[in-house]
Each structure stands twice: as C-alpha cells, then as structure tokens.
C-alpha cells in the first residue's frame, strides 16, 4: 500500500547522499518533496503540515548541521516523527481483570468487521484465551450466517440465538433486538467460562443517526473494554471524517486498519492516529484468517522508508519454525550425511508457511529497489518446484546423480512440467548441496567466513572418516612393507636428551613387536 510513498521518500533521501553539507535551501527542497509526496499519498492536510513543519525545525537545528553525516540525521529524523504520527509506541490488548474481557466492533459496512471478528478471534486462541464471537448483526442479510462460517474455520464457538436478516433488503428483522442478543452473549461467556468476547456489529454505507444511536446503545449494555474502530485503509481522506464521527458518537479505545494489502495510497494509516488521538492497535492484512498483525508504529516507519522490517520477519518464521525438524537436520549435517532433495523440499515448505513469499521477501530492508522484480514473482513457481520432487522416488530425492534422460522426461510428464524445468532445478540443488558439504566441513558459509563449525563437523559425506590431520616430516608409503619399515625407523630415533626443550628425560625406545600394527602386517615383518 506504501509503495509509491516509499518510492518518492528513497528517491528524495537518495539525492540528500551526495551533499557533505546541507543548506536552508537543501532542506527546503527536501521537506517541499516529502510535503508532495505526503499529500499525493492521501494524507490528511493538518498531519501533513504539522509533520512537515517539525521536520523542517529539527532538520535546520544544530541535530543536523553538527551531525558527521547530515544526510542520514534528516532521514533519521523523518523515521523518528514518522513513528510519531503513527503513534508512538505499541499499544496492546487491555484485558479486564475479572473476564470476561468485552471487545466491541465498530465501523461502517464493507470495513471488514465481521472477517477480523475471526481474525481477531483466532490471534486470541493462539494467544491462550478462549474467545466467544457475539453476532449482533442483524441487519446485514446472511451476517450472522458469515460469521458462523468464520468462526467455524477459526476454531472459535459463535453465540447467534437469532439468524437475522436472511432476504436481500438491508432491514432490521422483525423482533430482532442487537442489543439483547450482545448482552445475552455477554452473560452467557460468563457462563460457559470464556475469558474474552468479541462482539460483531451493524454498520451502514454511510455515517447515520441510525447506526451512531444502536452502537451506544450495545456500548451502554456491555461495558465493553476495548471498542476497535474498523476502518478501510483504501477509502483514503473519508477515513479520518468516518473516524471522526465515530469517536464523537461513540468513542472508541483503539483502530484496526483492514485492507492493508491494497493498493490504495495508504493515507488513512497515517491520519487516524494523529486526528483522533486513538492507537492503532492491529492491521489486517490480507483474506486469510491469520492475515492479522499487531500494528508496530516504529516497523511500520521503516517499511514505509524502505529500511525493512526483520523483526516481523522473524516473528512470522517463528510461528511456522519447527524446532524438531530443524534438530534433526542439524543432527544430519553434523554427521556428514548428504543433504537431499527430500531435506531440500521440507525447508522450502517451513519457508512458504509462514507466509507468501513475495511478502516475506518485502520486509527485507532495500527490497523497495527491487520492487518490480518482487511485483513479477510468481508463488506458482514453488507448486511446480513440490511437484517436481513429489514426482521423484524415494531413491532419486536421495541421490539426484541416477537422474538420467528417461529418468527426467518420467518426471516431467509426472509433475506436469518440462525437461528443462527438472534440469534447472537439479542445477539450482547441486548448489545448494555443495554450500551444504562446506558448511558440514566446517568452512561456514560460501564468502562469509569465521561462521564456525557445525556442532560435531569436521567430516565428509556419506560418513567417512575425515582425513587425519596434517604431519610434517616425509609421508608415509602406501606399500605395507615399505609402510612398516618407515614405522620401524621412526620408533627407532633417540629420544630427546634430559632437560631438553622437547622432553624431560629420556626413554628407551619402543620393540618393533610391540608396536600396535594393523591386523595382517605382521607377515611382512616376518618377511613372509
């Protein structure tokens, strides 16, 4: 959604690299640009100017003018007042202290409510807590039907005591009453022992008397703890008008930015914070259920300036990271066991479950430079890549060398792909196996060394023995007679005299017949 913000913003920082020093009217020109780029992204006009202008103040104070490299103080700058229109600082979930915990839903129609009420609902189960959704809408047709399905695909139980509206009119049913069926679900998590209910509401196209009135009126009945405002980070300058009418007829504790992988300009994640005072809590940020991430305004400045975000990176690696797996691997390497094409497709596996890859490889920092590179990827590649293998035996995952022509021709017609696709990948793992032996062996990565060795390391595939160390002097013959006549005259020398820098006395020297020698060497000593 930043895309074109982060593009503008690099290009402007990009320019300020070549100057040692900064003048007022380098300064004006960056903070006219960041001001363009700011406004073209949709971005509320006062948070502009009030950005703009602390910006501008810092960027001319002696911050930058004393600063060694004056070019990344005023980077530095944006990111630090970015992260504070953002908000500042991460604000979590307030629990209640006797549960259950009431989290209301508010926001207009099409927001995306009811799809985060299982968001949110499957984050609290992975999270330990055991969630109830409440449907309270009533008035949407086949509301409390979605939600039922939600909650169902998130593992998550749904309290609907009335079906509502089922025809295609956007009417509120007859008998039905939102607000008895959102304190009823209230009392019956209390009941059933749930410590934390999340309560989906009506909405409306558009900000009504209507909706304000039903809203307050659930509010008023449930006491809820947290109300999360759900608003559509794509609808741009209309957000913070929403936001605004919303925080005046209801209030609300919190923000939830759904959409968020859109391709809209983005301008409503960084106005609704600095208008209405109230955090962003979560970002929705796609369809899937696990879609949802908790809102960091301090990663989210560095997304948005192309420095990247490793931290949520390594968090979503970590929800998918299987530590027996990988124990088991390491325990393969350190034992100079091959790396295979069976080890091959399970890492690729671990790598594609915490997430799309083009999204995974978006949070690396400088990846804005290879956008359209990222933007031309295709996930459909790591399908043909499993089939490829999936299209393998047993014995050909394991030694790729038996591969053949008619082997490979076999497996192309098997995975749906071409010879050439099969080649490419047997290129691209013998690479990958290659880096694998020279890891196993101790030399650490390709290019980067003192990685230091793998625990147990030190051997060669295929568990041979790894060949002994070094020695000086002259090497020892092949030939077992010439071998043991070499032995013989070294156990022969005189021993380093008493007090001597190599030995502290003398020792006789060692009988040829007692001399441990390999089992059947002893009959060329016999000169049999």
Known sequence: MFASLSDRLTATFRNLRTKGRLSDADVDATVREIRRALLDADVAVPVVRSFTGAVRERALSTEVSGALNPAQQVVKIVHEELVTILGGSTRELRLAKNPPTVILLAGLQGAGKTTLAGKLALWLREQGHTPLLVAADLQRPNA????????????????????????????????????????????????RQHDIVVIDTAGRLGVDDGLMAQAAEIRDATSPDEI????????????????????????????????????????????????????????????????????????????????????????????????DQAERFAGKLAKGEDFTLADFLSQLQQVRNAGPLKKMLGMLPGMGQMREALDNFDEREVDRIEAIIYSMTPAERDNPKMLNGSRRSRIAAGSGTKVSDVNDLVVRFDAAQTMMRQMARGGGMPGMPGMGNLPGSGKKSKGRAAPPPARRGKARSGNPAKRAEQLRGETSRPSAPAGSAFGLGSAPSPRPEDLQLPEGLDQYLRGQ
Not at 296 to 307: E, G, T, W, Y
């Open 144 to 191: 409390v039907t979605q939600l039922q399905v939600v909650g169902e695909r998130a593992g998550v139980p749904v309290f609907a005591p009335h079906p509502g509206n089922a025809g295609s009119d956007d009417e509120l049913p007859a008998g039905a009453d939102p607000v008895a069926v959102a304190r009823a679900g209230v009392e019956a998590a209390r009941s």
């Open 228 to 323: 999360l405002f759900v608003v559509d980070a794509m609808i741009g300058q209309d957000a913070v008008t929403t936001a605004q009418a919303f925080a005046a007829g209801v209030g609300f504790t919190g923000v939830v930015l759904s959409k968020l992988d859109g391709d809209a300009r983005g301008g409503a994640a960084l106005s609704v914070t600095q208008v209405t005072g109230r955090p962003i809590l979560f970002a929705s940020t796609g369809e899937k259920l696990t879609d949802l991430e908790v809102f960091h305004p301090d990663r989210m400045a560095s997304r948005i300036l192309d420095m990247g975000d490793v931290l949520s990176l390594i968090e979503q690696a970590e929800k998918t990271f299987d530590a």
